[in-house]
């Protein structure tokens, strides 16, 4: 039988269903069927566009406005997840990161904790969006500081980079070794990438979805693809054979 492929009606309808048995979702709208269980419904959280199950295996579909910042609200849920010591605080965040539209605004949070995820202390709901507010806020100052840095780097005298010939034109100082580092977020990117496959993803694109993001992030690729292995070793994601998932 066929049931709407939304995270909260998957999580109903399984709810309501055998507890271990495996039943088919499906969104007309973007073309996508899962066969989904239990287990392994959380992990997808996003819908796969007909360009995306048909397109070319280098296709990368762009990330929409609206997405990218619930992707930046999503980040700073799994980083509240990592920071919070309480333990049913840090409980009810891990089962929120299972939703793909939580909303953003406190009154609607707080009711959206309320109503879906059925808790009722209200004190409980309230710290759970502060916990979140509390990252929102520290990632936005890291942007302040990365901007400004990346301004005074503009701005810095031309004898620090390099001094003028007599046309006029810069000429580097032969210490020019270094550039200016990315606050990329590596494992939050490669665990985004992967949840928005389903949970599992082949290296090879892998790499390519995140390096394209990187490459949207510091403008190239020089060196990517090492930082890539690295940080891929580092993020706490299975990896098995050509393979990578999240691990359970």
């Known amino acids: 039988m066929f049931y709407p492929l939304q995270s909260g009606g998957v999580r109903v309808a399984l709810s309501e269903r055998e507890s271990n048995a495996a ?6 709208k973007r073309f996508c069927i899962e066969v989904l269980n239990p287990q392994n419904y959380q992990l997808h959280i996003k819908c796969i566009s007909e360009n995306q199950k048909y397109g070319s295996k ?11 910042k619930q992707n930046a609200w999503c980040e700073q849920v799994e980083r509240a997840v990592e920071c919070v010591k309480d333990p049913k605080l840090k409980s009810l965040l891990q089962n929120i990161q299972g939703y793909n539209n939580i909303p953003r605004k406190e009154a609607k949070f707080i009711n959206f904790l309320t109503n879906s995820c059925r808790i009722r202390d209200s004190a409980l709901c309230k710290m759970a969006w502060k916990a979140i507010a509390n990252e929102a806020e520290k990632l936005k100052k890291e942007k302040e500081e990365r901007e400004a840095k990346e301004m005074e780097e503009k701005q810095a005298p031309t004898s620090e980079s390099g001094k003028q010939d007599e046309n006029g034109n810069m000429q580097p100082n032969g210490n020019d070794d270094s550039s200016p580092a990315v606050n990329f977020k590596w494992k939050a990117t490669i665990k985004r990438k992967l949840r928005e496959a389903g949970g599992e993803m082949k290296i090879k694109k892998l790499r390519k979805t995140v390096l394209s993001a990187y490459r949207e992030a510091a403008g190239d690729n020089d060196g990517a693809e090492e930082l890539f292995e690295a940080k891929l070793a580092k993020s ?13």
């Open 23 to 28: 039943h088919v979702f499906m969104d007309l």
């Open 58 to 68: 280098n296709y990368v579909e762009k990330e929409a406005k609206g997405e990218m």
């Open 236 to 248: 706490g994601v299975s990896v098995n054979g050509k393979l990578a998932s999240i691990a359970s």
